[in-house]
T-cell receptor
Framework: KAGVTQTPRYLIKTRGQQVTLSCSPI?????VSWYQQTPGQGLQFLFE???????NKGNFPGRFSGRQFSNSRSEMNVSTLELGDSALYLC?????????????FGEGSRLTVL | KQEVTQIPAALSVPEGENLVLNCSFT??????LQWFRQDPGKGLTSLLL?????REQTSGRLNASLDKSSGRSTLYIAASQPGDSATYLC????????????FGAGTQVVVTP
């Protein structure tokens, strides 16, 4: 059974540009969450999607946005990149409903902003 | 607001010793608590999940306990090996926020041969 797949794995952008990251969840998982990991702030929750609807959102500026498609694949977008956006972006998927709520993470997309 | 703390931030042990990693949280209204392992530059690998109604979970050399009333969880790794060297993170999901994990800062573990 394939795990959570994130693309691209590495990317370099310059300040002011925008970036789109993609996440394919484990087959059958309909909840997708996004996290940002930096050395200074650790792992922080960005948002969670289920059935193409954002259900929870973390404390990030509006430059960070996401969406989920009907096949549960999700994308996140960061506009007007800043140096501080350099981070490892992790996606996780889980089953919905009366389950354990276990989250399964991908390998992440490492973004460097120059 | 849920806050998760992990102590110690780092530890180094000789091979064969048992590891004890601590995690504390402030809000006992949790749905579950997960322990993860992270190798440098990699994603998170799920080690153990404890649901709020459970007191412990075991997998091989790993055992995790949960005490909701005191807001604590402990991860025990028996007979440590150099391959156990990694950062260990605990995270809690509260009952009103599906898919939203609140993470601790992690414990960086080094097991020396």
């Amino acid at each position: 059974k394939a795990g959570v797949t994130q693309t691209p794995r590495y990317l370099i952008k310059t300040r002011g540009q925008q970036v789109t990251l993609s996440c394919s969840p484990i087959s059958g998982h309909r909840s997708v969450s996004w996290y940002q990991q930096t050395p200074g702030q650790g792992l922080q929750f960005l948002f969670e999607y289920f059935s193409e609807t954002q259900r929870n959102k973390g404390n990030f500026p509006g430059r960070f946005s996401g969406r989920q498609f009907s096949n549960s694949r999700s994308e996140m977008n960061v506009s007007t990149l800043e140096l501080g956006d350099s981070a490892l972006y992790l996606c996780a998927s889980s089953l919905e409903g009366f389950t354990t709520g276990e989250l399964f993470f991908g390998e992440g997309s490492r973004l460097t902003v120059l | 607001k849920q806050e998760v703390t992990q102590i110690p931030a780092a530890l180094s042990v000789p091979e064969g010793e048992n590891l004890v990693l601590n995690c504390s949280f402030t809000d006992s209204a949790i749905y579950n608590l997960q322990w993860f392992r992270q190798d440098p530059g990699k994603g998170l690998t799920s080690l153990l999940l404890i649901q709020s109604s459970q007191r412990e979970q075991t997998s091989g050399r790993l055992n995790a306990s949960l005490d909701k009333s005191s807001g604590r969880s402990t991860l025990y790794i028996a007979a440590s090996q150099p391959g156990d060297s990694a950062t260990y993170l605990c995270a809690v999901m509260t009952t009103d926020s599906w898919g939203k994990l609140q993470f601790g800062a992690g414990t960086q573990v080094v097991v020396t041969p």
